[in-house]
């Protein structure tokens, strides 16, 4: 229905509606509808514990569940309505085209640029992250070096001074390393193990030669019966012996150790309970430290020298200036489940200031996967390193080797400059776009509201607005098509009132016609009849009757009009009223159709035609007479008393009615009448070629031989078992095929009372 507006005191009155409207939808949202029921029924129970736990202090386990449950039921209730209110903003905010194609164009324009330059800024910060995690590993690597480099030369010095200057080499090498490298400690362990031949030890990374450690002194073997420290050894306890993994030509790699961190108050409820054990508030913080162990030049070393560089504050400060980038904090992967694998050294340690892993996580953190060994075992194991890097730092780093222009290098005044240009680029692109978008927008949507005014007023019955046409586009095109189409509108209602009225007027021919046959079955003593007439459109063309004649005589008559339609309708309401006037006045078949012929020949159109079989069953001579003017065969399928009850097409001679030929001569000389006798069972078949002709999709018809064939193996069943019989196999052989033809058909059984009756 259209929608009007007032104006005036209505309208004013009207104003204050929205509001009564929408506290009325409030209330029926809340009370009326399951979700709004769940968070009111939710809000009660939890108003009703809150007063029930300030009593008792301590909720119960039952009554925590229920305030559970009411949690979830409100917040079920609220997502839905939060679901409900999100679909209504989207009805409301999208109903118009223009919100709809602004929103389109931000999708195709602005999200995929975000989104591209959120590709890159993430490739960037990956090159990055790889990068420092390249720098980290490089660094522990220099570190692991310069352990093997001073475990290398102290074992050699030690070989050379003898074993009685060995701890004096060993605090003299701490001394003058421990400035640079924080936490250096070195521990000469005493072995025993045959080496065979062996090359000198090889040098270490860093490059550095050692002048006299390549003069090898093959036969020289002392061994030093305790072991010798030198350092804080405050991360891990010295080592008693060499791991039977480590061969002969040394080691050195990551390993890592944890210690004991305690929290303030972990250490209270400690002192409090006089525990020994680990607090559950404890927990571990791990380190890295590099290890190296080198034996002497010689085929039966009796010591080896081992070396811990701790990676501590003064190595991540290195780092840092070195690279950009900061350690953080260390964690283990778990190790492999293997049976000989153990866990990190270490010992129970005091307070640590290392911050817990979770609070060093910046904007920039990245982490790095380091292998270190279990000294022990040998097993390898991964380390996880947090890291947080400066990306400016690391830059200016990469760009430091390149020329200066002004007081920026090379390299940063180009990606300054790319960056201003490229992004000035951008925006002057995004801004002309939108702007252009926008008017197109606008030039589309006027064409739409156009459109939906213009289909307004159609709606509303006036059929001469006309929208203007203010574009050459298609936009053009369109207001011109609705402008057609406007005006052929009102024509094309009036058409369907025609329509509607000729098709009220056929439904009203076809009751009239379906009235003109016979109602039911015909009732008569001995025998059984049943008939069916389909038309193939609202009205049709076939015909069939039951005329009774008295004397238990009775005539059955079909017939068919040439075409389809309301012609051939008109034709048979004409020819049932001649043949009921005609059947009172002959008595035989043959001389009822000559004179019908005589006189449909001259009303009948010199197109058309009639085919009709005409039978007269006299039960009390228990005889049939009957005569075919040019209408289908008639199927006789024998009774009981007959030997054989093979199904008999019969077809005597007989001429169309209707032709206006030699004043129908040749159709009285052509027709020929025939009787048959009746006997207990005889079942005759009438049909129209509608029957015999039906077609499926192949353009196969069901013809007359799969007729008889079929009412000879259904003969003993009833007569209205037969016909639905006969028209479920028509169906199923037609399938989907349309029906081109009217079908009649009508069943004569001759019952065990006829000869009671004749």
Not at 313 to 324: F, V, Y
Not at 355 to 378: F, K, M, R
Request: negative net charge; aromatic residues 6%; glycine residues 8%.
């Amino acid at each position: 229905m259209p929608r009007y507006r007032s104006s005036g005191p209505a309208a004013s009155r009207s104003a204050l509606t929205p509001a009564v409207e929408w506290g009325a939808g409030i209330r029926h949202a809340l009370l009326h509808t399951l979700p709004g029921r769940a968070i009111v029924l939710g809000l009660l129970i939890k108003l009703g514990l809150a007063p029930l736990r300030l009593v008792l202090g301590v909720t119960p386990a039952f009554l925590s569940v229920v305030d559970t449950v009411a949690g979830i039921a409100i917040a079920a209730g609220l997502a839905w309505f939060v679901f409900r209110l999100l679909v209504l903003a989207k009805r409301r905010l999208l109903w118009r085209v223009r919100r709809k194609l602004i929103v389109s164009y931000i999708f195709i324009g602005f999200v995929p640029a975000i989104l591209i330059g959120a590709f890159f800024v993430l490739c960037g910060l990956l090159l990055f992250y790889n990068f420092s995690s390249y720098l980290v590993q490089t660094q522990l690597r220099e570190l692991e070096g310069q352990a093997r480099f001073f475990a290398s030369s102290a074992a050699i010095e030690i070989q050379r001074a003898g074993a009685r200057e060995a701890a004096a080499i060993v605090q003299r090498k701490q001394a003058n390393g421990a400035a640079q490298y924080e936490g250096l400690s070195i521990a000469v362990v005493p072995v025993g193990r045959s080496c065979g031949s062996r090359s000198p030890l090889p040098a270490p990374d860093s490059g550095s030669r050692i002048p006299d450690a390549t003069i090898r002194i093959p036969n020289s073997r002392f061994e030093i019966p305790n072991s010798i420290t030198a350092g804080p050894w405050s991360h891990v306890d010295p080592p008693a012996a060499i791991p039977a993994w480590i061969g002969c030509d040394g080691f050195s790699g990551l390993m890592a150790y944890s210690h004991a961190h305690r929290t303030a108050s972990s250490q209270a409820s400690r002192a409090a309970d006089g525990q020994t054990a680990r607090s559950a508030k404890d927990h571990e913080d791990t380190h890295m430290f590099l290890r190296a162990a080198a034996y002497p030049d010689s085929a039966s070393p009796g010591y080896a020298v081992v070396v811990d560089l701790v990676v501590g504050d003064q190595s991540k400060q290195r780092l840092r200036r070195a690279t950009g980038v900061d350690l953080k904090t260390v964690s283990t992967v778990p190790f492999t489940d293997r049976p000989d694998a153990k866990p990190l050294e270490g010992r129970p340690g005091g307070e640590s200031d290392a911050a817990s892993p979770s609070s060093n996580a910046g904007p920039l953190s990245w982490v790095t996967l380091l292998t270190y060994h279990d000294w022990h075992t040998g097993v390898a194991g991964m380390l996880l390193v947090s890291t947080q890097l400066s990306i400016a730092e690391i830059y200016d780093r990469i760009a430091a080797a390149q020329g200066l222009i002004g007081n920026r290098s090379f390299g940063q005044a180009l990606l300054l400059a790319l960056l201003v240009i490229v992004g000035g680029l951008f925006l002057v692109i995004e801004t002309v776009a939108f702007v252009v978008g926008l008017a197109l927008a606008k030039s589309i949507t006027g064409s739409v509201h156009e459109l939906f005014t213009g289909t307004e007023r159609v709606r509303q019955g006036d059929f001469t607005h006309k929208i203007a046409v203010k574009a050459q586009d298609q936009l053009g095109e369109l207001a011109e098509s609705f402008n057609s189409m406007t005006a052929s509108i009102e024509d094309l209602l009036r058409q369907a009132a025609e329509k509607k009225r000729l098709e009220e007027e056929l439904r009203i021919a076809h009751e009239i016609q379906m009235s003109l046959l016979p109602q039911g079955p015909l009732m008569m003593p001995g025998l059984s009849v049943t008939a069916l007439c389909v038309p193939a459109r609202e009205v049709g063309g076939d015909y069939y009757d039951f005329l009774p004649l008295g004397d238990q005589r009775v005539g059955v008559l079909i017939a068919d009009v040439s075409g389809k339609g309301t012609s051939a309708a008109l034709y048979m309401a004409e020819l049932k009223g001649l043949m009921l006037s005609l059947s009172e006045i002959h008595r035989s078949p043959r001389t009822l159709l000559i004179a019908a012929n005589r006189i449909i020949a001259q009303h009948l159109d010199a197109r058309s035609f009639i085919t009709m079989t005409y039978a007269i069953l006299d039960l009390q001579a228990r005889t049939m007479t009957y005569a075919r003017a040019g209408h289908t065969p008639l199927i006789y399928v024998p009774g009981t008393g007959v030997e054989s009850r093979r199904a008999q097409i019969l077809a005597p001679d007989g001429l169309v009615l209707g032709l206006k030929i030699d004043d129908g001569e040749m159709f009285e000389r052509l027709l020929e009448e025939d009787t048959i006798p009746l006997h207990a069972g005889d079942l005759y078949l009438f049909f129209t070629d509608g029957i015999s002709e039906a077609m499926n999709a192949d353009d196969d018809c069901f013809g007359e031989t799969r007729l008889g064939q079929l009412a000879e193996d259904h003969a003993d069943l009833p007569s209205d078992v037969l016909r639905e019989r006969v028209l479920r196999e028509i169906s199923a052989f037609v399938g989907d095929a349309p029906q081109h033809d009217d079908m009649t058909m009508i069943l004569l059984k001759v019952d065990e009372v006829a000869a009671a009756v004749a």
